[in-house]
């Protein structure tokens, strides 16, 4: 057991570094993907180590390994109906008389649809079978999907090549900004539709946690028979109530909802038979079983419940967060001075992160990076606009000079003169 808990606490174990995704995604892909792992451990060292234990009648022939392995294979099952005559119920979902496996269709009251009376069979509606299965294989299913978590991470590492680039080049001291502007912010090695697709791209990878998340959710909830929805929430309803009304089972009005999920003890129908050279025997035997693995499989769901709930909060976050960085990366900018402002003008938004990531990282070189970006692309736009402005300017006074009188010199001559000129 020591064993096992130093491994357990070993996975659990979450070291604080800085990594390239963020905080909203960690808790997906490492808190929620580990709790499905150690969940998965747990579960299936039950389910290597525990049996199922069952009543059979005194007159069968049958062994016991034989009555728990094929119950154990066939399943059990209770019926829900019983939920409403909680004081006729022996356990959860089971009569006390096991023969009582109906209702009156007049009264509502328990009855047997093997009654030797024929009035009484027609009378009498059989209740319908709930089977569960789900210990069968539900270890293998959880750690399927301590995987799901993990793969929106694998889409960030290939859309964010470039950012975690940049991060690891920060880690050398001797970066210059020279070799940054170059390597990054040059649209013909990193060019704009590519950035731009990778902000799109990252938005829908934050859109692919809150997906694995809830459709984790709803797989649960669908193959825990639509009890685990609000799981949650019925437990600690559960639990506000009063002692003896909660655990006395005589006097308890509503099953607990680990129960109403997950019976702990179900009925099991075996068909008894043999044939040999003197005779033929049959018999089909009805009996009550334990089924413990659901009791662990309650808590364990009980604590996803609320690790996915928490998860779900965090990944749509992650939604709002990301947009509203952009945001706030265009109001910052805007109130910044006037060079940045400038450079903020003739920048993608991948560019802007870039600018951010830098800033946080080292502020001094953010200082150099922004004073190169100003002097490459903004100067450089504002001499073509004036370039381009004169040029027009020249043309209209090429017009008025056309439409004035030849022998009629002008100011505007002379402006024209210059400018040629100075062309």
């Not at 709790?35 to 007159?59: N, Y």
């Not at 070799?179 to 090695?189: A, R, T």
């Given at each position: ?257 680990g129960n109403a999920m997950l019976p702990t003890f179900g009925m099991c129908d075996i068909h ?117 402005d004169d040029a027009d300017g020249v043309e209209a006074d090429r017009l008025v000079l056309a ?21």
């Amino acid at each position: 057991m020591s064993f096992l808990a130093s491994n357990i606490k070993s996975l659990l174990a979450i070291k604080i570094k800085t990594r390239h995704d963020s905080y909203t995604d960690q808790v997906s892909r490492i808190a929620v993907a580990k709790m499905f792992i150690v969940a998965s451990v747990v579960m299936g060292i039950d389910w290597f180590h525990d049996t199922v234990a069952c009543m059979p009648p005194q007159d069968t022939t049958l062994s016991d390994d034989f009555i728990h392995s094929s119950c154990w294979i066939k399943g059990f099952y209770v019926y829900p109906d019983m939920a409403k005559h909680m004081r006729s119920s022996g356990y959860y979902g089971i009569p006390k008389d096991l023969k009582d496996d109906g209702v009156w269709n007049t009264t509502g009251s328990l009855c047997s649809t093997e009654s030797t009376m024929t009035y009484m069979r027609a009378a009498c509606v059989p209740m319908q079978k709930h089977f569960f299965t789900q210990y069968q294989w539900m270890p293998f299913f959880v750690s399927s999907l301590s995987l799901v978590f993990y793969i929106p991470y694998l889409l960030f590492r290939v859309a964010n090549t470039d950012m975690i680039s940049l991060r690891l080049n920060l880690k050398n001291t001797t970066v210059d900004a020279n070799v940054v502007l170059k390597n990054y912010f040059n649209h013909e090695i990193n060019s704009v539709a590519k950035m731009r697709l990778r902000i799109f791209v990252n938005l829908l990878i934050k859109c692919l946690y809150v997906v694995v998340n809830i459709g984790s959710f709803v797989l649960l909830d669908l193959f825990l028979n639509h009890h685990y929805f609000n799981y949650g929430v019925q437990w600690i309803r559960w639990a506000r109530d009063n002692t003896s009304l909660s655990m006395d089972f005589d006097r308890r009005t509503a099953p607990t909802p680990g129960n109403a999920m997950l019976p702990t003890f179900g009925m099991c129908d075996i068909h008894e038979a043999r044939l040999d050279t003197v005779k033929a025997y049959k018999n089909r035997v009805k009996m009550i079983c334990e089924i413990s693995s659901n009791i662990l499989y309650q808590y364990v769901f009980l604590v996803l419940w609320f690790v996915l709930i928490i998860s779900i909060t965090a990944s749509c976050l992650g939604i709002l967060l990301n947009i509203g960085g952009h945001v706030l990366t265009i109001a910052c900018f805007c109130k910044n001075s006037k060079t940045a402002r400038y450079v903020y003008k003739y920048l993608t938004l991948r560019e802007c992160e870039y600018l951010e990531f830098i800033r946080r990282k080292d502020l001094a070189l953010y200082g150099d990076v922004l004073r190169l970006l100003y002097q490459s692309k903004v100067t450089k736009v504002v001499d073509r606009e004036k370039m381009l402005d004169d040029a027009d300017g020249v043309e209209a006074d090429r017009l008025v000079l056309a439409s004035a009188p030849s022998n009629h010199p002008t100011p505007l001559m002379f402006r024209m003169h210059s400018i040629e000129s100075n062309i």
